[in-house]
Nanobody, 121 residues
Framework: QVRLVESGGGLVQPGGSLRLSCVAS????????MAWFRQAPGKEREFVAG????????NYSDSVKGRFTISRDNHRNLLNLQMNDLKAADTAAYYC??????????????WGQGTLVTVSS
């Protein structure tokens, strides 16, 4: 299995930026696709951004496209999410996910414990 540990969450004002990180350990090569999901209070978990092993294929949800950037460093087993122009609607617990496919409709793979992002003035 893969162990995922997120960091970087916190409180930020609307329009501000945050950078989330996720460190993977264990059998990381078995789960080459990585992604960020989020879950707001009272809502279902939703896909945010995903990236394949090479970084050549990236997907974003429409709600974050143009504001968030996902990247990875395979040498350090590190996944990042740069979040700019944050909005109150981005408030959620953000989860790192490692999986085998880019089918974001499933809850497959391994999950981190989550890091909380709160956007508020």
């Amino acid at each position: 299995q893969v162990r995922l540990v997120e960091s970087g969450g916190g409180l930020v004002q609307p329009g501000g930026s945050l950078r989330l990180s996720c460190v993977a350990s264990g059998r990381t090569l078995m789960y080459p696709v990585m992604a960020w999901f989020r879950q707001a209070p009272g809502k279902e978990r939703e896909f945010v951004a995903g990236i394949d092993f090479s970084g050549g294929m990236i997907n974003y949800s429409d709600s974050v496209k143009g504001r968030f950037t996902i990247s990875r460093d395979n040498h350090r087993n590190l996944l990042n999410l740069q979040m700019n122009d944050l909005k109150a609607a981005d408030t959620a617990a953000y989860y790192c996910n490692a999986r085998t496919t880019m089918n974001w409709e499933t809850n497959a793979g391994s999950w981190g414990q989550g890091t909380l992002v709160t956007v508020s003035s």
